[in-house]
């Protein structure tokens, strides 16, 4: 009979996780030996950086990803980079390593004491298994509750297991098929087209499941079709919809009474692909206003029980996008042409407005190009001057964890070569995921990261006056030359004085990672 790691190993390339992204320490070795060669190791240096990269790549390819962590203290360091991954529905597997069986109870060193609860409730599933026997449908288990929950799991596995001999039914599970159907029921369907188009005046909120989905076409059809305004929504990690389309009106504003101001004359408020609705700011208000009906359509289970108004559908928004399209026909009224983009607003004393910065990539750079932003303050900026229109042009911290920038874009470029990936960094931002820059070394990904070096955390800075809190002290972070730190990870940089230079060095198309720092002058988000 084959070990338990065989078993494992065989199925890993079975349902196509075959590249494994990890920081591995002694309990994970026995799980690395004999890699069949058709699995790559992918090397992180700080197990943030590990899952911020292994979340790029699933979301950038669609796929459920295989994370390799250290037992509890690799695990501990990646929990901050999880919920991302869980607030943007990554399926991330997440092995990691035990000590062995019998060290566990007496709490040897490098045991992880009560694994399984470790990881909750961030997971949507984690497990230790019972003997060794079980590993191989465990890590089957992980794979197929990651891709239909949806989230992340977490199995953590003995390490003295994988050499085991897997027994008379290991082989069972080699042949495993788990799949999903989410159309919605006959009846469900006629509800859904006769509320949508009985409305008048009805209004498209979308998340960023249709663009993770490969639904951003078709959002585009489902507006068009019905000529109606369309949100992203709030707290937004995809773009789901070119932000210059004469129908598009931007991101939702993560408040309750904004929400509310935005959707005011809307009869019915068609949320696709998000929960309703990830609030940010406390600002209270009524959730609609009088007369206004929501329907959510999502696979989220739980997105759709935790809302606390409107009517929801647990069903795949492609699937209702479809039948929707269906139903209404062809536009009959003209959508216009794509919103222009103003002039950037001017910098100041040496430093690049933001708006300068974010031109210059929109000029400069592939129309295709696929980008990781992680600087806070400049959110206004940056949707003032971006023009996106194409699916996975844009990625975002999803539960604005930071750390998800540098690695998310590593990640991006390793599953989407075909595309050219920028990192949009703030000088707060990119320390927390800074690592990953030497797996960008490393594997030569031809990343750019942009680094805007304002010497703050300026999202802070505008929260304070927002809160009332003018006096924090922590908020600065002068001193920090990221073209030094940069090359000693192994990446090409420059520094960007002014906005020519900064699109001269845009301009040349990067075969390796390069990290283009420029000092910015500060911007609210909003
Ligand atoms: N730690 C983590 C892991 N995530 C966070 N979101 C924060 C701390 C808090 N935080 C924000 O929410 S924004 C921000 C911090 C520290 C400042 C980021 O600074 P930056 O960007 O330089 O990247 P801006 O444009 O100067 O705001
Ligand atoms: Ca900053």
């Not at 042409?337 to 400069?364: I, S, T």
Request: glycine share 12%.
């Amino acid at each position: 009979m084959p070990s338990v790691r065989r078993v494992s190993h065989e199925f890993l390339q079975r349902q196509g996780l075959t590249t494994i992204f990890g920081n591995p320490g002694s309990n994970e070795l026995p799980f690395l030996a004999e890699l069949p060669d058709g699995i790559r190791y992918v090397l992180g240096l700080h197990e943030g950086a590990v899952v911020g990269m292994a979340d790029g790549y699933a979301q950038a390819t669609g796929h459920p990803v295989l994370v390799n962590l250290h037992a509890a203290a690799g695990s501990g360091n990646a929990m901050g980079a999880l919920t991302n991954a869980v607030a943007s529905r990554t399926p991330l597997v997440v092995v990691a390593g035990q000590q062995v069986r019998p060290a566990v109870g007496p709490e040897a060193n490098l045991t992880n004491v009560d694994a399984p609860a470790l990881m909750k409730p961030l997971v949507g599933w984690a497990a230790e298994p019972a003997c060794a026997q079980d590993v191989p449908r465990a890590l089957a288990q992980a794979v197929f509750e990651a891709r239909l929950q949806r989230r992340p799991t977490y199995l953590s596995v003995p390490y003295d297991d994988w050499a085991a001999d897997a027994g008379d039914n290991a082989l069972a599970v080699l042949d495993r098929q788990v799949q999903r159907a989410g159309e919605p029921g006959a009846k469900q369907a006629r509800r859904l087209v006769e509320q949508v188009t009985a409305a008048r005046r009805p209004a498209l909120v979308l998340g960023g499941d249709i663009d993770t989905d490969g639904h951003f076409g078709a959002a585009v059809r489902l507006a068009e079709a019905l000529g109606c305004p369309v949100w992203a929504a709030p707290s937004l990690f995809r773009l789901p919809f070119p932000n210059r389309h004469p129908l598009f009106r931007g991101v939702l504003p993560a408040g309750i009474e904004p929400v509310r101001r935005a959707v005011e004359g809307h009869d019915v408020v068609l949320v696709l692909g998000a929960p309703v609705f990830r609030y940010h700011e406390y600002l209270p208000g009524r959730y609609l206003p009088e007369g206004t009906r929501l329907v959510q359509v999502t696979e989220d289970a739980s997105a759709a029980a935790r809302a606390p108004m409107g009517e929801a559908l647990v069903a795949d928004p492609g699937a209702v996008i479809e039948l929707l399209l269906g139903a209404l026909g062809a536009p009959t009224v003209p959508v216009g042409d794509y919103r222009p983009v103003p002039p950037p607003q001017p910098g100041d004393g040496g430093r690049l407005h933001p708006e300068e910065v974010f031109a210059a990539l929109r000029d400069e750079l592939p129309e295709d190009t696929a980008y990781v932003v992680e600087s806070t303050s400049t959110n206004a900026a940056w949707w003032r001057q971006m023009d996106l229109r194409r699916p996975g042009s844009y990625y975002f911290p999803a539960a604005g964890g930071l750390g998800f920038g540098l690695p998310g874009a590593v990640g991006v470029a390793l599953g989407r070569p075909d595309r050219p990936v920028v990192a949009v960094t703030g000088d707060g931002s990119a320390n927390y995921g800074i690592t990953a820059l030497w797996t960008a070394a490393r594997h030569r990904l031809p990343v750019t990261v942009v680094l805007l070096r304002n010497g703050t955390y300026g999202a802070l800075r505008w929260f304070g006056g927002l809160l009332g809190v003018p006096d924090a002290p922590g908020l600065d972070i002068p001193g920090l030359d990221f073209t030094r730190i940069a090359e000693g990870y192994g990446v090409t940089a420059a520094h960007a004085r002014d906005p020519e230079e900064l699109r001269a060095l845009l301009a040349r198309r990067p075969d390796g990672p390069r990290l283009i720092q420029v000092d910015t002058a500060l911007t609210a988000p909003n």
